[in-house]
Structures are given as structure tokens and as C-alpha cells.
């Protein structure tokens, strides 16, 4: 794992991306463990002041800088209090067609009942998908999904395990679809993405099957699913080693202007 400035200063230097100008630039990163560290209430979360402050320098110096996370929108306007940024909440979903929003409120209605017997639980409705928390629970991922399959089982409906959450959306949805849709109409000269959890898989398998110069950069922590970072090109820990490795890109940004 990189840790060090000067690592992490060749790493970004030798990536293909810091080859084109900045202006041509996507900056994609997810929020909770990647620009603010993951706490035990996610309404305590923040994010870091150092990260906060790269992305607004960064929002003047590249093509554009978004924020896709599984937060709500309205959260993430609190989170991210800064114009310019381009927010993308509930992983980009799209909202369900009648059928899945039907199949998500029976699921909601049977796994709220099934959580009254699990002290620490919660459920957290979206627009286009559902996250079970168990943080404050003894229960593992494992154990978690198991007591939900039965409610899955013919919903229409995937449950994804990440951490201490498990996320309950339309298949083959999330966060590399949201960006296949969205990054062709953009035509940036290359992409940067950072991601720390499960929801962040398939973006990473997207952006490293781009044709243009793109960087993935996977943010580290014990609680990180196995082979998550297989497809990235950077592997840092935590949000303080986020906040590095994006600090390192203003400097560029700057000096390539």
C-alpha cells in the first residue's frame, strides 16, 4: 500500500492522466470512507476539511468534479456545501419502474418488521433503493444476508454486502451503470475515481475498461471486501491518503494550467 507523499507523487505523476490537461479531466469519488471517514452514526459523518478544500480548487481547474455516493441527495448538499460540484446521490440509480418500486416497498414493509428483532438495525429508504445498517450490531455481512435472502428470494431485487451496510437496489444497477450513462455524453479526455467500499466495484470495473487515460484509485480500510481493488492503479489508506493523493492533483492542476 502507498503511503508516502513522494509515492504517492510518482504514482500520479507516471499515471496516464497527468499527461492530458487538466481541463479535460473527470474527477469522480465517492463520499463516506473515501472523503470522510466511516462512523458508528453516518448523521456524525463529515468530511475531512483538507479533502473539502482540494475539491473546490479542483472544481476550477478540471472539467468537472462529482460526487457518487449512496447518500440522498439532500445529504450530500449538506455534506458537500460548495457550488460547482456536481452531486449524484443514491449511487445514481434511477428511480424504479412500477414493478421494482413495488417489489422495494414490500421488501421495506418485511425487512422492517424483521429488524424490530434485531437491536442496533436500521433501515434507511431512498428514492431508488434501500440500505439495512447493522454497524451497531454483533451480526456479520454473512449472517446479515442471510436473514434478508428469504426477503430477496424472487423480488426483482439484489442485495450487495459493504460496510456494515448492505444496499438493496434493481439489478445490475449502481455506480459503473450511472457512469456508463453519464461519461460518454460528457467526452472528458480522461477520468479519475476514487471508491473505498463494495458500491464502488463496478465503477472501478467501468473506468478501468475506458479507452481514455483513467486512473482508479482505491481507498483502504480493514473493513474493505476481498479483490475490491483489483482493478486500481493506487491503493491508499483511509480518507487522510484520499486527501494526499487529491491535494497531489491540485498541485499538477496548477502547475499544468
Known amino acids: 500500500m502507498i503511503q508516502e507523499t513522494d509515492q504517492i507523487t ?83 440509480l434511477a428511480i424504479p419502474r412500477k414493478a421494482q418500486k413495488e417489489a422495494l416497498d414490500h421488501f421495506n414493509a418485511d425487512v422492517s418488521r424483521l429488524l424490530e428483532r434485531i437491536p442496533g ?39 450487495a454486502v459493504g460496510r456494515k451496510v448492505i444496499e438493496v437496489h434493481a439489478p445490475k444497477a449502481g455506480k459503473g451503470s450511472a457512469l456508463a450513462a453519464l461519461l460518454p455524453g460528457e467526452d472528458p479526455g480522461g477520468v479519475v475515481c ?6 464502488d466495484r463496478s465503477m472501478f470495473e467501468y473506468i478501468s475498461s475506458l479507452d481514455i487515460p483513467h486512473m482508479c484509485i482505491g481507498v483502504w480500510s480493514p473493513e474493505a ?16 491518503g484520499a486527501t494526499a493523493v487529491l491535494q ?4 499538477w492542476a496548477k502547475a499544468s494550467s
Open 121 to 159: 438495525a436500521w433501515l434507511e429508504v431512498k428514492p431508488a433503493s434501500t440500505a439495512v445498517h447493522f454497524r451497531n450490531t454483533d451480526l456479520s455481512g454473512e449472517q446479515m444476508i442471510s436473514l434478508l435472502q428469504p426477503l430477496l428470494d424472487g423480488a426483482r431485487l439484489e442485495a
Open 10 to 92: 510518482y504514482a500520479w505523476q507516471k499515471s496516464p492522466v497527468a499527461r492530458i490537461q487538466p481541463g479535460e479531466v473527470i474527477l469522480v469519488t465517492d463520499f463516506d470512507g473515501t472523503l470522510a471517514e466511516v462512523v458508528q452514526d453516518p448523521a456524525a459523518a463529515r468530511a475531512r476539511p483538507e479533502a473539502l478544500e482540494a475539491l473546490e480548487q479542483l472544481v476550477r481547474l478540471l472539467a468537472d468534479v462529482i460526487v457518487l455516493s449512496s447518500r440522498t441527495p439532500a445529504q450530500l448538499e449538506t455534506l458537500v456545501p460548495m457550488s460547482g460540484v456536481r452531486l449524484i446521490g443514491d449511487s445514481g
Open 225 to 240: 471486501p476481498p479483490n475490491l481493488f483489483d482493478r486500481c492503479d493506487l491503493v491508499v489508506p483511509g480518507p487522510a
Open 194 to 199: 476514487f471508491g473505498d467500499d463494495e458500491n
Open 248 to 251: 497531489e492533483i491540485v498541485e
